[in-house]
């Protein structure tokens, strides 16, 4: 098989002419009329035993050619692409120009190539790192969640109930003297303040006493999801079974020696602002990757061709795919409960893609400007990692992960290290938080509710539906987590 030519015919996309010699197609013909004539019946010949020539004038002589070149593409391409030098990312075309016995083959095969890059100025970016610094404040709200983590609820007889308790409550509601869809439901467990049910609602329970049967009456608002319900005015007949209240445990040493390995408050306080100062490091620095991607990205000069974009949204669908059937769901199912199609996840995924295929390769190429490479020593040490990370032999973990993958990825870091040493950090500027007006505080509180309820959907649904709605929420929420990470 020979290369004749290679034909730069636009940016980033090459024509390679490539040739078989007759001897090579027939030897290809040959080997696809031993396997495929036993599959055919000549008249004259028992089945599978009729001569080529006979089956070539019978069928006519170009019977076999289209078997023959399929079982010669995969060697033609690749020995192609292989002395053309070109980094290939993709194929879009291959066709014949030339066939026969006597002739052999002649095709020409279309590549896309990854584009030529230039980026100056990585060296002295200007970044901005936000100050690491925790206050008493947050190391109290820490402790404040440890603390919820560890309550537990106690029933209350002693009182009626009161903002923050949980109410147990039968309730039926109506709207014009008739009950409407979702408006029941039996011993429903209710936190008293926490915006769960319409306005006017959990007030109106707040006061009564165990056992009390009561009404409250309420009004729908206008942007409610239900249109026959918007803006009507309902009552609710409430029967309260039971109040509990949420009962923390005392801020003491007996509490720190029940949730931590220490003795004292004060070493436990300690403890919670190191890690609190370790995760903001964290994250400062994490932003300060960030900050220097988005430069490299705007100082990358490349025309990246639509196919690289392309390929990258089909990996990224591809991994979110495989997270998915790790939590026992697949891509169709999570497709149905969002409402969306693979086009438009395929446009969603689009500007993130563009993103990384432009990190790439600004990432590449300084690697080879600066002679930045991985060792044979880092690589083991990787492969090491990954080991122990998913608790597999690390001979498996080789034969399942490619070196070149591994490599990659070390010298990636490597050059965003190269490029933080010699970036220029500053410390960023906090800005004080503007003082709203009473206005503009409003405006956000009625926002913020208007999207509790549209988010929250029909709230006065049986224990039943209202735990079904729940996992629809968490499966929806997995296309969320993937855009943060990414």
């Known amino acids: 098989m020979n290369l004749k030519s290679k034909n730069n015919v636009e940016t980033n996309k090459y024509e390679l002419v490539l040739e078989v010699s007759a001897e090579e197609f027939n030897e290809a013909i040959l080997k696809v009329y031993k396997k495929e004539v036993k599959k055919m019946n000549i008249p004259g010949f028992r089945k599978g035993k009729a001569p080529r020539a006979f089956v070539e004038k019978y069928y006519g002589e170009q019977v076999f050619f289209e078997a023959a070149v399929d079982s010669l593409y995969r060697t033609m391409v690749n020995e192609a692409i292989e002395k053309s030098e070109l ?40 970044v901005a790192k936000e100050p690491v610094v925790v206050t008493d404040g947050e190391v109290d709200t820490e402790i404040d969640r440890v603390r919820e983590r560890n309550s537990r609820m106690v029933p209350v007889e002693d009182r009626a109930a009161e903002n923050g308790d949980i109410v147990t409550i039968d309730f039926d509601g109506y709207v014009d003297e008739k009950q409407f869809d979702g408006g029941k439901a039996e011993r429903y467990d209710l936190t008293l303040g926490a915006n769960q049910f319409i306005p006017g609602f959990e007030e109106q329970v707040i006061g009564h006493s165990i056992g009390e049967e009561f009404d409250a009456n309420v009004t729908f608002p206008e942007e409610y999801h239900a249109d026959e319900l918007r803006g009507k005015d309902a009552v609710f007949k409430i029967k309260l079974h039971e109040i509990k209240k949420k009962e923390l445990p005392e801020l003491d040493d007996e509490f720190v ?11 436990y306080k300690e403890d919670i602002k190191k890690g609190l100062l370790e995760k903001k490091e964290q994250s400062a620095n994490g932003d300060i990757e960030n900050q220097i991607v988005d430069k490299l990205c705007e100082q990358l000069e490349a025309e990246i061709p639509h196919e690289m974009v392309h390929n990258e949204v089909h990996d990224m669908m591809d991994q979110f795919s495989y997270r998915l059937q790790s939590q026992g769901l697949d891509l169709d199912t999570y497709l149905k409960y969002t409402n969306m199609t693979k086009d438009d996840m395929h446009e969603q995924y689009e500007g993130q893609a563009e993103r990384q295929v432009k990190i790439r390769l600004a990432l590449e190429k300084i690697a080879v400007t600066e002679e930045i490479t991985a060792t044979d020593e880092e690589l083991d040490a990787e492969y090491e990692k990954l080991a122990k990370a998913y608790e597999m032999p690390l001979d498996n973990v080789k034969n399942m992960v490619s070196s070149d ?10 050059v965003m290290d190269f490029i933080k040493d010699n970036a220029k950090i500053t410390e960023a500027v906090k800005e004080e938080p503007k003082e709203e007006s009473e206005e503009e505080s409003a405006k956000k509180t009625n926002a913020k509710k208007a999207e509790t309820e549209k988010n929250e959907g029909d709230t006065l ?26």
Do not use: R, W
């Not at 020409?108 to 100056?120: H, N, Q, R």
């Not at 020696?257 to 070493?267: A, G, I, M, R």
């Not at 993958?405 to 490597?414: E, L, P, W, Y």
């Not at 499966?475 to 990414?486: R, Y």
């Open 87 to 126: 980094k290939v990312i993709s194929m879009n075309d291959f066709k014949i120009d030339e066939i026969g016995k006597e002739t052999g083959v002649t095709a020409t095969l279309t590549v896309i190539t990854k584009p030529e890059v230039e980026i100056k100025g990585y060296k002295g970016l200007e």
């Open 257 to 267: 020696k029940d949730v931590s390995e220490f003795d004292t408050l004060d070493e």
């Open 405 to 414: 993958m591994v490599s990659a990825d070390i010298v990636n870091q490597k």
């Open 461 to 486: 649904k049986t224990k039943k539906k209202a735990s079904s709605a729940k996992k629809t929420v968490k499966i929806t929420q997995g296309q969320e987590e993937e855009k943060t990470e990414d």
